[in-house]
Every structure is written in structure tokens, then in C-alpha cells.
């Protein structure tokens, strides 16, 4: 089955400056790979993902990446506010009606004042 | 948008009891429903796929006779922990897709087992 390994586990950023979380994936046929923000005792939410297709996508100030050769895929985030301290996860699945998603360890992002 | 609720949100229940939490797609028809725990901090980790007026698929370590799921029809599927033991304490969570392939997640539920 699919494994998803996640780094770094923490991360502290100033306000203002960019956080990049990275994920590893172990099937190559995995296509879908969502990323989520999560408060504690909340369902996920999804804030960005990509399919195989497209190497790399961007909403505002959050952006992914995805190397297919290499599978990995990352998460940017620039301009960090207060509110972007959470919890993120990144998952990986199989995707066009298969959606089981494999999750990452996840990274508890801090964004310092 | 698309809303899965879950039900209920928050529970506890003694020791060797068994309680159930629904999982309904509320503007949207499920055939696949998949049910998710998560310890505290820690990641969410597959428990099974439910499929509706077919078994179950459980992941591998998932005990199916313990985490007892049924989906009986394209908007609900219901997830019964029997005989809970402390150990079972986590949130439960049940995500569901609609036909364009989007994934919505239910609220959680919090199981507390004393």
C-alpha cells in the first residue's frame, strides 16, 4: 500500500516569511495529493492539491509542487500570518473514484509574532 | 456546498458497551463512504472503505468484527464500535465523495471510553 512520509514534523516561522512543508510518497500510482489545515478537534480542511497531471499549482499565497520522477511534493506558504498556525497534513491516493487518502505524519506549523 | 455531518459529535460510553456514529452525505449520493481515526496528535489513518449494499473493505490491523460498518444507503453509513474498550478513545472521522470525485469530511466524532 501507499506510505506518505512528512517534514519537518514542527516548524516556526517570523510573520511574514515563507513555510515550506515536504511529503514523500512510496506509489508511483498514487495522482491525487490533497493538502489540509487542521485545528485540533476539527475536521480537516482542504486549502490545495494537484493531480499528476500538473506540476505545480497556486491559490493566493499558498502554492504545491509536485516531481512525479521523484515523488515528492511540497507545500508553500508566503507572507505567513498568525492564522496559519495549524496543523497540515499532505495525503496521497489513487484518486477519479478511488479517494482513500494515506495522510502524512503532519507538521505543526507556529507562525512567531 | 457539499456537507457530510456526523453523528454524534461527542460521546462516552462505559467500558465494554458498544455505540455507533452515523456518517450522512446531506445534498449528495455516496456510494463510498471511508471512515478515518485519529489519536491525539497523531496523523488520520485509514480504519475502512463503505460501500454502499456491500461489505465493507477494512484496512489491514482493523479488527472488522470490533468496528462494525454499514452502509445501507447512498446517504449514510454508521460505524459501531462494540465491546469499546478504553484504547478505542479517538476521534472518528468519515469523509465522503461525490460524483465529481471531491472529498468532504464529516465533522468527527470524539469517542471517550471510561
Known amino acids: 500500500g501507499e506510505n506518505v512520509e512528512q517534514h519537518p514534523s514542527t516548524l516556526s516561522v517570523q510573520e511574514g516569511d515563507s513555510a515550506v512543508i515536504k511529503c514523500t510518497y512510496s506509489d508511483s500510482a498514487s495522482n491525487y495529493f490533497p493538502w489540509y489545515k487542521q485545528e485540533l478537534g476539527k475536521r480537516p480542511q482542504l486549502i490545495i492539491d494537484i493531480r499528476s497531471n500538473v506540476g505545480e499549482k497556486k491559490d493566493q499565497r499558498i502554492a504545491v509542487t509536485l516531481n512525479k520522477t521523484a515523488k515528492h511534493f511540497s507545500l508553500h506558504i508566503t507572507e505567513t500570518q498568525p492564522e496559519d498556525s495549524a496543523v497540515y497534513f499532505c495525503?496521497?491516493?489513487?484518486?477519479?473514484?478511488?479517494?482513500?487518502?494515506?495522510f502524512g505524519t503532519g507538521t505543526r506549523l507556529t507562525i512567531i509574532p | 456546498g457539499a456537507v457530510v455531518s456526523q453523528h454524534p459529535s461527542r460521546v462516552i460510553c462505559k467500558s465494554g458497551t458498544s455505540v455507533k456514529i452515523e456518517c450522512r452525505s446531506l445534498?449528495?449520493?455516496?456510494?463510498?463512504m471511508f471512515w478515518y481515526r485519529q489519536f491525539p496528535k497523531q496523523s488520520l489513518m485509514l480504519m475502512a472503505t463503505?460501500?454502499?449494499?456491500?461489505?465493507?473493505?477494512?484496512e489491514q490491523g482493523v479488527e472488522k468484527d470490533k468496528f462494525l460498518i454499514n452502509h445501507a444507503s447512498l446517504t449514510l453509513s454508521t460505524l459501531t464500535v462494540t465491546s469499546a474498550h478504553p484504547e478505542d478513545s479517538s476521534f472518528y472521522i468519515c469523509s465522503a465523495v461525490t460524483g465529481g470525485n471531491t472529498i468532504y469530511f464529516g465533522e468527527g466524532s470524539w469517542l471517550t471510553v471510561v
Open positions: 445534498d449528495f449520493q455516496a456510494t463510498t
Open positions: 495525503a496521497a491516493s489513487y484518486g477519479f473514484g478511488n479517494e482513500k487518502l494515506t
Open positions: 463503505s460501500n454502499e449494499g456491500s461489505k465493507a473493505t477494512y
